[in-house]
């Protein structure tokens, strides 16, 4: 499709560029000297160069040596946490959860989760991400951020049991608020926290809620094989029969981790009756030695899309779902015993498409085509680490990374232009976060604000 030069100015043009594009079989391909025409927030068109030549713009963005992807989306991630990174180094999950990250959270204020969230976002915009999936508290802090800084975002405020039910009321208000906001980039969950912080009742009175209001459910699940085996101890039911038996399966549901998804569970997440997908992040296992990853080809062969995430930085110490995503195709390969899988292409899939469906927005993100908004990262494949390109899915799953993107767009907005951020003051930020850094990070008090106990 080739707009015609009579119509009106298009909002930005993108021209002499490699553009990744998906064919009516959702295979991976490139289309080489071509342009992006974007109207509204929306991709207009995907063209050739020549084809804009004579076309009127209010911005023309000449990318010659770049290529053009859809924005790359954190599919779980909490994003204040990243005044946390280093904090928890080399610790079991449950000392890590029990004797710093817990007592820590317990000091939280809004205004320490707003300055993590706004670092953290420079952070994601900075590595071409243009939407993640959060999962936090005070999050209102969060919404205000995406709404200042531009980018997208499917935002949750968690909720334990150990609340009371003002902790799920707080869910359920906070995701009715705030859905549709930020001029449609804020999109909201009901986030109970997880099967072992989450009672079966008020599990079931989330899946009423999401049933009620139109909600998806954004929690943890089965994140790691010890959690599986304590659940069956105790209970008789992995964490997946749980969330089966409790209707949670009968929304639309973003299962965080998974690595301790069983056999026996396979078939349960096969009949659910909403869209499941789960978020792998990789980098986590490894930091804490679990024994399993994300059974991304089992889950896939029965239909579960596969996100690519981060988890957040006090955990996994980086938001760079570019490293996700070669880390997801290299741990597949070892785990599987397979070069053959997960391919390069397979995993800007992952990264594209099947993230798009996994935060509940795979008909409008995922792919640079006519009708898709305008979410679009430009990378630079023109460093001597990048040449020379002799399978370009290759190079820019193995090779790129996250500092080669030079430009991020958000329904066609430019948040950072060749490496500049255009939405959020970085120093500003910094000085403020580490004047409260003393208050947050004090654990003499002696209190968490829960137990790991799985």
Request: aromatic letters at 4%.
């Given at each position: 499709?080739?707009?015609?030069?009579?119509?009106?100015?298009?909002?930005?043009?993108?021209?002499?560029?490699?553009?990744l594009?998906?064919?009516?079989?959702?295979?991976?391909?490139?289309?080489?000297?071509?342009?992006?025409?974007?109207?509204?927030g929306?991709?207009?068109?995907?063209?050739?160069?020549?084809?804009?030549?004579?076309?009127?713009?209010?911005?023309?963005?000449?990318?010659?040596?770049?290529?053009?992807?859809?924005?790359?989306?954190?599919?779980?991630?909490?994003?204040?946490?990243?005044?946390?990174?280093?904090?928890?180094?080399?610790?079991?999950?449950?000392?890590?959860?029990?004797?710093?990250?817990?007592?820590?959270?317990?000091?939280?204020?809004?205004?320490?989760?707003?300055?993590?969230?706004?670092?953290?976002?420079?952070?994601?915009?900075?590595?071409?991400?243009?939407?993640?999936?959060?999962?936090?508290?005070?999050?209102?802090?969060?919404?205000?951020?995406v709404?200042?800084?531009?980018?997208?975002?499917?935002?949750?405020?968690?909720?334990?049991?150990?609340?009371?039910?003002?902790?799920?009321?707080?869910?359920?208000?906070?995701?009715?608020?705030?859905?549709?906001?930020?001029?449609?980039?804020?999109?909201?969950?009901?986030?109970?926290?997880?099967?072992y912080?989450?009672?079966?009742?008020?599990?079931?009175?989330?899946?009423?809620?999401?049933?009620?209001?139109?909600?998806?459910?954004?929690l943890?699940?089965?994140?790691?094989?010890?959690?599986?085996?304590?659940?069956?101890?105790?209970?008789?039911?992995?964490?997946?029969?749980?969330?089966?038996?409790?209707?949670?399966?009968?929304?639309?549901?973003?299962?965080?981790?998974?690595?301790?998804?069983?056999?026996?569970?396979?078939?349960?997440?096969?009949?659910?009756?909403?869209?499941?997908?789960?978020?792998?992040?990789?980098?986590?296992?490894?930091?804490?030695?679990?024994?399993?990853?994300?059974?991304?080809?089992?889950?896939?062969?029965?239909?579960?899309?596969?996100?690519?995430?981060?988890?957040?930085?006090?955990?996994?110490?980086?938001?760079?779902?570019?490293?996700?995503?070669?880390?997801?195709?290299?741990?597949?390969?070892?785990?599987?015993?397979?070069?053959?899988?997960?391919t390069?292409?397979?995993?800007?899939?992952?990264?594209?498409?099947?993230?798009?469906?996994?935060?509940?927005?795979?008909?409008?993100?995922?792919?640079?085509?006519?009708g898709?908004?305008?979410?679009?990262?430009?990378?630079?494949?023109?460093?001597?680490?990048?040449?020379?390109?002799?399978?370009?899915?290759a190079?820019?799953?193995?090779?790129?990374?996250?500092?080669?993107?030079?430009?991020?767009?958000?329904?066609?907005?430019?948040?950072?232009?060749?490496?500049t951020?255009?939405?959020?003051?970085?120093p500003?930020?910094?000085?403020?976060?580490?004047?409260?850094?003393?208050?947050?990070?004090?654990?003499?008090?002696?209190?968490?604000?829960?137990?790991?106990?799985?």
């Amino acid at each position: 499709m080739t707009p015609s030069a009579a119509d009106s100015p298009a909002d930005l043009i993108i021209s002499a560029c490699t553009v990744l594009v998906h064919d009516d079989q959702e295979r991976i391909g490139f289309e080489e000297d071509a342009a992006i025409v974007v109207r509204n927030g929306v991709v207009e068109a995907v063209t050739t160069t020549a084809g804009v030549a004579d076309l009127p713009a209010a911005e023309h963005l000449d990318a010659r040596g770049q290529v053009a992807l859809p924005g790359l989306i954190n599919c779980h991630t909490h994003a204040p946490m990243v005044a946390l990174r280093g904090l928890a180094e080399d610790l079991p999950t449950q000392e890590w959860f029990n004797d710093v990250v817990w007592p820590v959270e317990s000091n939280l204020t809004e205004k320490d989760v707003e300055l993590g969230a706004r670092l953290a976002c420079a952070e994601m915009i900075r590595a071409g991400v243009t939407c993640f999936a959060d999962h936090y508290f005070a999050m209102e802090a969060v919404a205000r951020v995406v709404a200042d800084c531009g980018m997208r975002a499917l935002l949750g405020e968690a909720y334990f049991s150990s609340q009371g039910p003002e902790g799920r009321e707080r869910s359920l208000e906070f995701a009715l608020r705030h859905r549709g906001s930020a001029d449609g980039r804020v999109t909201t969950a009901l986030a109970p926290h997880s099967p072992y912080t989450v009672d079966d009742a008020d599990l079931a009175a989330t899946a009423r809620l999401a049933d009620e209001h139109g909600l998806p459910v954004h929690l943890h699940a089965a994140e790691n094989r010890d959690q599986t085996e304590t659940s069956l101890a105790r209970h008789g039911v992995t964490p997946i029969e749980v969330l089966e038996r409790t209707g949670i399966l009968d929304a639309d549901v973003l299962l965080a981790h998974g690595t301790g998804i069983a056999d026996r569970d396979l078939p349960v997440l096969e009949r659910s009756a909403g869209r499941t997908a789960v978020a792998t992040a990789p980098r986590g296992y490894l930091r804490f030695a679990w024994p399993d990853t994300t059974p991304v080809r089992a889950l896939r062969e029965i239909g579960v899309d596969v996100g690519l995430a981060t988890d957040g930085a006090a955990s996994n110490n980086s938001l760079d779902v570019w490293e996700s995503m070669a880390l997801t195709s290299l741990v597949q390969k070892s785990s599987e015993g397979d070069p053959r899988w997960l391919t390069s292409r397979q995993a800007l899939h992952h990264a594209t498409l099947q993230s798009a469906r996994a935060v509940g927005l795979g008909d409008s993100l995922g792919s640079i085509a006519p009708g898709r908004r305008a979410d679009i990262v430009l990378v630079d494949l023109t460093g001597p680490h990048t040449q020379p390109v002799h399978d370009l899915a290759a190079t820019l799953v193995h090779s790129a990374r996250s500092a080669d993107v030079r430009t991020t767009i958000v329904d066609g907005r430019i948040l950072m232009r060749d490496r500049t951020l255009l939405t959020i003051d970085v120093p500003a930020v910094v000085r403020e976060l580490e004047e409260r850094l003393p208050a947050l990070v004090d654990r003499s008090h002696g209190r968490r604000i829960q137990n790991y106990d799985t």
